[in-house]
């Protein structure tokens, strides 16, 4: 298993303004994930964390809005930039387990934006 | 068509009843089928994990992935009001990369 921790758990932020979410976990693993989950939805993906390179964003997410860190194996970032009223949301950190490729998530970030 | 159907209920059952909670699917490609319980204002958790077709148990909760039919399926024995969530279906194939495909979620209410 992993267990994941982020921070911070939830913010209110204005207009206009970035917030870094981190993302840590307690072994070393892969593949690392960005989700976001609105109200009453499902999960959706942003993007892959790769370590040493660009995340690989998903359809509609982009680098200038989410900027994404990935310095090593157990640590990640995402920050949502110029933020506006529709990017409040969850957002979640996930994680690949190398050996069994189970999937687990972070506690999650809840994001209001006024 | 999406890749994934669930339904998002909600689903209502008193105490001790059997729950079953489906999911279907098109992508013939998935292997891994997973199972996640998500409380109110609180990450998803990873519930049950399948690869491949077959049944899993786990204390009060099987799953059942049905490759033929493209459809899977968890049940809850004894259901306690502990148990009211939401259930999430997903699943992953590693052909291209590794996605996950997730389910809407079916909201669980169990009454004591």
């Known amino acids: 298993s992993a267990v994941i921790s982020q921070k911070p758990s939830r913010d209110i932020c204005q207009r206009g303004t970035s917030l870094t979410i981190q993302c840590q976990v307690d072994?070393?693993?892969?593949?690392m994930f960005w989700y976001r989950q609105q109200p009453g939805q499902s999960l959706t993906l942003i993007a892959t964390?790769?370590?040493?390179?660009?995340?690989?964003?998903e359809s509609g997410f982009v680098i200038d809005k989410f900027p994404i860190s990935r310095p090593n194996l157990t640590f990640s970032t995402l920050t949502v930039s110029n933020m506006s009223p529709e990017d409040s949301s969850i957002y979640l950190c996930?994680?690949?387990?190398?050996?069994?490729?189970?999937?687990?998530f972070g506690p999650g970030t809840r994001l209001t934006v006024t | 068509q999406k890749e994934v159907e669930q339904d998002p209920g909600p689903l209502s059952v008193p105490e001790g009843a059997i729950v079953s909670l489906n999911c279907t699917y098109s992508?013939?490609?998935?292997?891994?089928f997973m199972w996640y319980r998500q409380y109110s204002r609180k990450g998803p958790e990873l519930l049950m994990y399948?690869?491949?077709?077959g049944n899993k148990e786990d204390g009060r909760f099987t799953a059942q992935v049905d490759k033929s039919s493209k459809y899977i399926s968890l049940f809850i024995r004894d259901s306690q009001p502990s148990d009211s969530a939401t259930y999430l279906c997903?699943?992953?194939?590693?052909?291209?990369?590794?996605?996950?495909?997730f389910g809407a979620g079916t909201r669980l209410f169990v009454k004591a």
């Open positions: 996930s994680v690949l387990t190398d050996s069994a490729y189970e999937q687990y």
């Open positions: 072994s070393q693993v892969t593949m």
């Open positions: 964390a790769n370590q040493g390179s660009e995340a690989t964003y």
């Open positions: 992508n013939s490609a998935f292997q891994y």
């Open positions: 399948t690869y491949s077709s």
């Open positions: 997903a699943m992953s194939a590693r052909t291209g990369g590794f996605k996950t495909i």
